[in-house]
T-cell receptor
Protein backbone atom coordinates (compact mmCIF):
# COMPACT_ATOMS: atom_id res chain seq x y z
CA UNK A 1 0.00 0.00 0.00
CA UNK A 2 1.02 3.61 -0.47
CA UNK A 3 3.07 4.73 2.47
CA UNK A 4 4.80 7.84 3.81
CA UNK A 5 7.53 7.27 6.38
CA UNK A 6 9.10 9.81 8.68
CA UNK A 7 11.67 9.41 11.38
CA UNK A 8 9.60 8.61 14.45
CA UNK A 9 12.46 9.55 16.74
CA UNK A 10 12.24 13.06 18.13
CA UNK A 11 14.83 15.48 16.81
CA UNK A 12 16.55 17.77 19.29
CA UNK A 13 18.73 20.58 18.02
CA UNK A 14 20.34 23.70 19.40
CA UNK A 15 18.88 27.11 18.66
CA UNK A 16 20.44 28.70 15.59
CA UNK A 17 21.26 25.40 13.90
CA UNK A 18 19.57 23.96 10.83
CA UNK A 19 16.98 21.25 11.43
CA UNK A 20 16.58 18.63 8.70
CA UNK A 21 13.57 16.30 8.65
CA UNK A 22 13.15 13.38 6.27
CA UNK A 23 10.09 12.05 4.44
CA UNK A 24 10.30 8.84 2.41
CA UNK A 25 7.53 7.40 0.26
CA UNK A 26 6.98 3.84 -0.94
CA UNK A 27 4.74 1.98 -3.35
CA UNK A 28 3.71 5.03 -5.33
CA UNK A 29 4.97 8.14 -7.05
CA UNK A 30 3.20 11.20 -5.68
CA UNK A 31 2.88 14.17 -7.98
CA UNK A 32 3.54 16.40 -4.99
CA UNK A 33 4.43 16.38 -1.32
CA UNK A 34 3.24 18.76 1.36
CA UNK A 35 4.61 19.66 4.76
CA UNK A 36 2.52 20.63 7.77
CA UNK A 37 3.26 21.82 11.28
CA UNK A 38 1.24 20.56 14.24
CA UNK A 39 1.38 21.99 17.74
CA UNK A 40 0.08 19.98 20.74
CA UNK A 41 -3.72 19.99 20.93
CA UNK A 42 -4.08 21.78 17.59
CA UNK A 43 -4.82 20.80 14.01
CA UNK A 44 -2.01 20.64 11.45
CA UNK A 45 -1.16 23.84 9.58
CA UNK A 46 -0.09 23.75 5.93
CA UNK A 47 3.43 25.07 5.32
CA UNK A 48 4.75 24.16 1.88
CA UNK A 49 3.96 22.24 -1.29
CA UNK A 50 6.60 20.85 -3.63
CA UNK A 51 5.79 19.15 -6.95
CA UNK A 52 7.69 16.25 -8.44
CA UNK A 53 9.22 18.43 -11.17
CA UNK A 54 10.56 20.91 -8.60
CA UNK A 55 13.87 20.16 -6.99
CA UNK A 56 13.63 22.76 -4.26
CA UNK A 57 11.15 25.24 -2.73
CA UNK A 58 11.82 27.99 -0.22
CA UNK A 59 9.67 30.07 2.10
CA UNK A 60 11.43 32.37 4.53
CA UNK A 61 13.57 30.06 6.75
CA UNK A 62 12.02 26.90 5.32
CA UNK A 63 13.39 24.86 2.44
CA UNK A 64 11.96 21.67 0.97
CA UNK A 65 13.55 19.33 -1.57
CA UNK A 66 12.02 16.52 -3.61
CA UNK A 67 14.24 13.71 -4.92
CA UNK A 68 12.26 11.28 -7.06
CA UNK A 69 15.29 8.99 -7.44
CA UNK A 70 15.67 8.53 -3.69
CA UNK A 71 11.87 8.74 -3.20
CA UNK A 72 12.50 11.31 -0.54
CA UNK A 73 11.74 14.85 0.57
CA UNK A 74 13.90 16.81 2.99
CA UNK A 75 12.50 19.68 5.07
CA UNK A 76 14.98 22.19 6.42
CA UNK A 77 14.50 24.95 8.98
CA UNK A 78 17.47 27.30 9.02
CA UNK A 79 18.42 29.47 12.01
CA UNK A 80 16.01 27.43 14.13
CA UNK A 81 14.25 29.00 17.10
CA UNK A 82 12.52 27.49 20.16
CA UNK A 83 9.22 28.63 18.57
CA UNK A 84 9.88 26.14 15.76
CA UNK A 85 9.40 23.28 18.23
CA UNK A 86 6.45 21.22 16.97
CA UNK A 87 5.60 18.03 15.11
CA UNK A 88 6.10 18.22 11.35
CA UNK A 89 3.99 16.05 9.06
CA UNK A 90 4.66 15.06 5.47
CA UNK A 91 1.75 14.34 3.18
CA UNK A 92 1.77 12.78 -0.26
CA UNK A 93 -0.85 12.93 -2.96
CA UNK A 94 -3.84 10.64 -2.40
CA UNK A 95 -4.47 11.60 1.21
CA UNK A 96 -1.49 9.76 2.71
CA UNK A 97 0.16 11.36 5.75
CA UNK A 98 3.32 10.30 7.50
CA UNK A 99 3.34 9.82 11.29
CA UNK A 100 5.28 13.04 11.84
CA UNK A 101 8.60 13.94 13.44
CA UNK A 102 8.70 15.91 16.67
CA UNK A 103 11.26 18.69 16.63
CA UNK A 104 12.55 20.34 19.79
CA UNK A 105 14.76 23.41 19.45
CA UNK A 106 16.71 23.95 22.64
CA UNK A 107 17.65 27.50 23.73
CA UNK B 1 -13.43 34.24 8.32
CA UNK B 2 -13.59 31.34 10.80
CA UNK B 3 -11.93 28.68 8.59
CA UNK B 4 -12.88 25.15 9.66
CA UNK B 5 -15.01 24.85 12.78
CA UNK B 6 -15.39 21.55 14.60
CA UNK B 7 -17.75 20.80 17.46
CA UNK B 8 -17.62 19.51 20.10
CA UNK B 9 -14.00 19.83 21.22
CA UNK B 10 -14.30 16.99 23.73
CA UNK B 11 -16.77 14.12 24.06
CA UNK B 12 -17.11 11.01 26.19
CA UNK B 13 -19.41 8.28 24.92
CA UNK B 14 -20.49 4.95 26.28
CA UNK B 15 -20.03 1.88 24.12
CA UNK B 16 -22.97 1.54 21.75
CA UNK B 17 -23.99 5.18 21.80
CA UNK B 18 -24.19 7.18 18.60
CA UNK B 19 -23.22 10.77 17.97
CA UNK B 20 -22.44 13.28 15.25
CA UNK B 21 -19.24 15.29 15.00
CA UNK B 22 -19.91 18.59 13.28
CA UNK B 23 -17.65 20.28 10.75
CA UNK B 24 -18.30 23.55 8.94
CA UNK B 25 -16.12 25.68 6.69
CA UNK B 26 -16.73 29.18 5.37
CA UNK B 27 -14.07 29.28 2.64
CA UNK B 28 -16.23 27.82 -0.15
CA UNK B 29 -13.91 24.81 -0.35
CA UNK B 30 -15.12 21.97 -2.55
CA UNK B 31 -13.09 19.25 -0.87
CA UNK B 32 -13.69 18.15 2.72
CA UNK B 33 -12.44 15.17 4.67
CA UNK B 34 -12.34 13.50 8.07
CA UNK B 35 -9.19 12.06 9.60
CA UNK B 36 -8.51 10.32 12.86
CA UNK B 37 -5.17 10.68 14.60
CA UNK B 38 -3.85 8.01 16.92
CA UNK B 39 -0.44 7.87 18.65
CA UNK B 40 2.19 6.30 16.41
CA UNK B 41 -0.22 5.93 13.49
CA UNK B 42 -0.49 9.43 12.15
CA UNK B 43 -3.52 10.78 10.36
CA UNK B 44 -5.76 8.21 8.69
CA UNK B 45 -8.50 9.15 6.27
CA UNK B 46 -12.03 8.09 7.24
CA UNK B 47 -14.27 9.65 4.57
CA UNK B 48 -13.99 12.47 2.10
CA UNK B 49 -16.14 14.56 -0.22
CA UNK B 50 -15.23 16.34 -3.45
CA UNK B 51 -18.40 18.39 -3.49
CA UNK B 52 -21.98 18.64 -2.26
CA UNK B 53 -23.78 15.34 -2.69
CA UNK B 54 -20.57 13.35 -3.31
CA UNK B 55 -18.84 11.28 -0.64
CA UNK B 56 -16.41 8.38 -0.66
CA UNK B 57 -14.63 6.09 1.76
CA UNK B 58 -11.09 6.50 2.93
CA UNK B 59 -8.70 4.09 4.61
CA UNK B 60 -10.71 3.43 7.80
CA UNK B 61 -14.44 3.99 7.08
CA UNK B 62 -15.99 1.18 9.14
CA UNK B 63 -18.30 2.41 11.89
CA UNK B 64 -18.63 5.90 10.42
CA UNK B 65 -21.10 7.59 8.07
CA UNK B 66 -20.97 10.95 6.34
CA UNK B 67 -23.16 13.12 4.17
CA UNK B 68 -22.58 16.38 2.30
CA UNK B 69 -25.83 18.19 1.68
CA UNK B 70 -24.19 21.63 1.44
CA UNK B 71 -20.76 22.90 0.47
CA UNK B 72 -20.22 24.24 4.00
CA UNK B 73 -21.06 21.24 6.20
CA UNK B 74 -19.62 17.74 6.46
CA UNK B 75 -20.82 15.90 9.59
CA UNK B 76 -19.34 12.59 10.72
CA UNK B 77 -21.67 10.10 12.37
CA UNK B 78 -20.57 7.33 14.71
CA UNK B 79 -23.24 4.68 14.43
CA UNK B 80 -22.48 2.57 17.52
CA UNK B 81 -19.42 3.77 19.38
CA UNK B 82 -16.68 1.28 20.27
CA UNK B 83 -13.56 1.76 22.44
CA UNK B 84 -11.46 1.38 19.26
CA UNK B 85 -12.94 4.67 18.08
CA UNK B 86 -11.28 6.56 20.91
CA UNK B 87 -9.16 9.06 19.03
CA UNK B 88 -8.72 12.66 18.00
CA UNK B 89 -10.79 13.51 14.95
CA UNK B 90 -9.87 16.24 12.50
CA UNK B 91 -11.93 17.75 9.74
CA UNK B 92 -10.00 19.29 6.85
CA UNK B 93 -10.99 21.22 3.75
CA UNK B 94 -9.23 22.25 0.57
CA UNK B 95 -9.99 24.50 -2.35
CA UNK B 96 -10.16 21.62 -4.80
CA UNK B 97 -9.35 17.99 -5.32
CA UNK B 98 -6.16 16.23 -4.34
CA UNK B 99 -4.71 16.40 -7.84
CA UNK B 100 -4.08 20.14 -7.60
CA UNK B 101 -1.97 20.11 -4.45
CA UNK B 102 -3.86 22.77 -2.54
CA UNK B 103 -3.05 22.60 1.13
CA UNK B 104 -5.58 21.45 3.67
CA UNK B 105 -7.08 23.74 6.29
CA UNK B 106 -7.70 21.73 9.43
CA UNK B 107 -10.12 22.26 12.26
CA UNK B 108 -8.94 22.23 15.86
CA UNK B 109 -10.07 18.65 16.43
CA UNK B 110 -12.52 16.66 18.54
CA UNK B 111 -11.08 14.47 21.27
CA UNK B 112 -13.39 11.48 21.63
CA UNK B 113 -13.23 8.89 24.39
CA UNK B 114 -15.40 5.78 24.26
CA UNK B 115 -15.75 3.95 27.56
Amino acid sequence: SQKIEQNSEALNIQEGKTATLTCNYTNYSPAYLQWYRQDPGRGPVFLLLIRENEKEKRKERLKVTFDTTLKQSLFHITASQPADSATYLCRGQNFVFGPGTRLSVLP
Amino acid sequence: NAGVTQTPKFQVLKTGQSMTLQCAQDMNHEYMSWYRQDPGMGLRLIHYSVGAGITDQGEVPNGYNVSRSTTEDFPLRLLSAAPSQTSVYFCASSLSSVSTGHGYTFGSGTRLTVV
